[in-house]
């Protein structure tokens, strides 16, 4: 585990980085700060956990911090750690959403379906039929 280094040797091994694109320097960057990565993940565990192991969250993370290094420019003022959050959060919602084979639209119908076999269950007091959930809905 490597330790938290001065922000002036961090601006130091953006610049360099940025200058030499360096796999070297862009390592040490990475791992400098993959305890975003790791924070992320574990919330987002807690929400996804049915739809991905915490590893392959974790993994998706650090291809999205990898690719803020990539696109980062540090000379518009912005801190990394604000604009990391922000793609590696995208990036495992991404990956979240490539491994679901139900399109959202259809998901959104099962649910519209649920939530009308409820409404119509507490309006009449007993179990509704298909029939008529399908003719509330105009199906």
Not at 48 to 77: H, Q, W
Request: net charge positive; proline share 2%; with cysteine.
């Amino acid at each position: 585990m490597s330790t938290a280094l001065a922000p002036k040797m961090i601006d130091e091994l953006w610049y360099e980085y940025k200058t030499t694109r360096s796999l070297d320097i862009r390592n040490k960057i990475l791992m400098q700060y993959l305890g975003i990565v790791k924070c992320i993940a574990i919330k987002m565990n807690s929400v996804y956990r049915s739809k991905a192991d915490l590893e392959d969250i974790v993994n998706e993370g650090v291809r999205g911090l990898m690719d803020c290094i990539e696109k980062f420019e540090p000379e518009r003022g912005i801190k990394f750690e604000t604009f990391a959050s922000i793609r590696i959060r995208g990036s495992i919602i991404d990956y979240i959403r490539n491994q679901d084979w139900i399109p959202r639209s259809l998901r959104k119908k099962v649910k519209d379906i649920e939530s009308t076999y409820s409404k119509l269950q507490n309006e009449k007091g007993r179990y509704v039929s298909d029939d008529e959930v399908a003719e509330h809905l105009n199906m």
